[in-house]
Structure formats: structure tokens, C-alpha cells
């Protein structure tokens, strides 16, 4: 099992930066994808970014250019550095660990933490 802990949300003024941590525990494999997803009121979860254990990263569109992934292994952390925020991002973040066993896809999720943009 794995265990995924959030941290760092809150509210943030447009064109504000903020960094949310996600600390993993339990039997985590270097193999794990870990990434953020968030979902805003009245919309489906979405993928923000995610960063595989040799550090490769994906971005949602929407973010690129403005959020960054990163991640220690040794720590099991993972963090989304977030920059010129905008009223749509707000949302609920979620941290996600992705594990592939033998063809088959887990997903494990932290609680989520809420970020509002805002004046």
C-alpha cells in the first residue's frame, strides 16, 4: 500500500506563485509514476503533470510554462511548483502515485489539498 500525504495549498492572488509537497510512504517503487491531478467544482479530475522515476515529465496544455514537476526519490516527495496562477486553477489538488504490476495499472491517492486563486 502506498500512502500519499498533501501539504502547501491555500489561497493565492492571480499572478502569485505557490508549491505544494506530497510526501509518499509505504512500499513505494522507484518505478512509480507520480504526478498531480486537480478537480474544480462541477468538472472531472483532471491531470495537471506527472514525472516518472527518471525524471521525465508530461504537462497538462494548460499549465505548461507556468507549473513545474519535480521529485525526490530519496525522499519519496514529490512537489508541483506553481507560477503566474490563474482563477482557473483553482481547484482541489491531488497527488497520485501510478504503479504498472505485471500489465495492470494502480493508482493510489493523497487526500487533496485546495488551492483558490484569488483577489
Known amino acids: 500500500q502506498v500512502q500519499l500525504v498533501e501539504s502547501g495549498g491555500g489561497l493565492v492572488q492571480p499572478g502569485g506563485s505557490l508549491r505544494l509537497s506530497c510526501a509518499a510512504s509505504?512500499?513505494?517503487?522507484?518505478?512509480?509514476?507520480m504526478g498531480w491531478y486537480r478537480q474544480a467544482p462541477g468538472k472531472q479530475r483532471e491531470l495537471v503533470a506527472r514525472i516518472t522515476s527518471a525524471l521525465s515529465t508530461y504537462y497538462a496544455d494548460s499549465v505548461k510554462g507556468r507549473f513545474a514537476i519535480s521529485r525526490d526519490n530519496g525522499k519519496n516527495t514529490v512537489y508541483l511548483q506553481m507560477n503566474s496562477v490563474r482563477a482557473e486553477d483553482t481547484a482541489v489538488y491531488y497527488c497520485?502515485?501510478?504503479?504498472?504490476?505485471?500489465?495492470?495499472?494502480?493508482?493510489?491517492w493523497g487526500q487533496g489539498t485546495q488551492v483558490t486563486v484569488s483577489s
Open positions: 497520485n502515485v501510478t504503479r504498472y504490476t505485471s500489465g495492470r495499472r494502480n493508482d493510489y
Open positions: 509505504g512500499s513505494i517503487s522507484t518505478n512509480d509514476v
